[in-house]
């Protein structure tokens, strides 16, 4: 599992995948018996970064092909491998960024990975929210949602952000498969503990990944919105983070990738250089809470 500062760029291990909008940097695994594989690059910026200038086509070519032949080793130990990507935040506020994103991760694709696309949309649904007269609320990083806000999120993470990744992958080259929670049971979610000030903020109780099988066979990369229903049908709001590492136990990935705004975990959240490079399972344990209530 990595987790790490997201940029955009995603990367094979030590490289650049041959795309000019990456960005080289860093990542930070958890120590684990398996290889250490992908990784997901980091930068000092979420924009785009520019193409070559047209003047030096022939140095860029030559650069692609230094990059191809050095990620060659780490794209054979992962072709095949299932790896959950979750995807949100900073990094979709910009229409050229989502653009670059969904390019690299379907080169990543075309490469031999099999995808599962996980998505929040939290700026998109305050864009929607404040159209129509209604303040965002937070509480430790969890949106506060009632049953408007529920409606407002259903409607934009289901609806006009998840067609809108599915369409960006399919102009990319891939073919996508647009979910939410709902479809097929993939999810089904509780209230949350503290559901009296949250609202519809619900947790994952259940997985069923059946209906992921087929789609990640046939080749498609599934593209899931988290919103789900309890039992009685009732809709509630899940942590996009939460729900890609639920889906990524349930399926048997072999890496989660979490492409978000924030350097990682960290020991100290208002100090940058407290960056915990490495843990191990019973670090992990530990780290978590405090990660969740940092990362929202």
Not at 4 to 18: F, G, I, M, Q, Y
Request: glycine fraction near 10%; charged fraction near 20%; charge should be positive.
């Amino acid at each position: 599992m990595l987790v790490t500062k997201p940029h955009p760029s995603l990367a094979l291990p030590s490289v650049s995948l041959p795309n000019p909008n990456l960005n080289a940097g860093r990542a930070t695994p958890f120590a684990s018996s398996r290889p250490r594989g992908l990784r997901v690059s980091a930068s000092s910026s979420l924009a785009p970064a520019r193409p070559a200038p047209a003047s030096q086509p022939k140095a860029a070519a030559l650069n692609r092909v230094g990059i191809l032949s050095e990620a060659l080793p780490f794209i054979q130990r992962f072709k095949g491998k299932t790896v959950v990507v979750k995807y949100g935040g900073a990094a979709m506020k910009s229409p050229e960024l989502q653009a670059s994103v969904i390019r690299d991760l379907v080169l990543l694709s075309c490469v031999g990975l099999r995808l599962v696309l996980v998505h929040g949309g939290g700026p998109e649904i305050n864009s929607v929210l404040e159209r129509v007269g209604v303040k965002p609320q937070f509480r430790n990083g969890l949106r506060v949602t009632d049953a408007a806000t529920m409606e407002v999120v259903e409607m934009v993470l289901a609806g006009k952000v998840n067609k809108h990744l599915v369409s960006l992958v399919c102009l990319a080259g891939a073919t996508a498969v647009g979910l939410c929670g709902k479809d097929a049971r993939l999810l089904t979610a509780r209230p949350s503990p503290d559901a009296a000030e949250l609202g519809f903020v619900g947790e994952v109780a259940r997985v069923d990944p059946s209906v992921l099988h087929p789609i990640i066979a046939s080749g498609h990369i599934p593209v899931i919105a988290t919103v789900a229903a309890d039992e009685a049908g009732q809709a509630y709001n899940i942590n996009a983070d939460t729900a890609a590492g639920e889906i990524a136990a349930a399926i048997g990935a072999e890496k989660l990738l979490l492409i978000t705004d924030v350097s990682g975990i960290l020991a100290d959240r208002v100090d940058p250089g407290s960056l915990v490079k490495e843990i191990d399972i019973a670090g992990y344990g530990g780290w978590w809470p405090r990660a969740r209530w940092a990362a929202g």
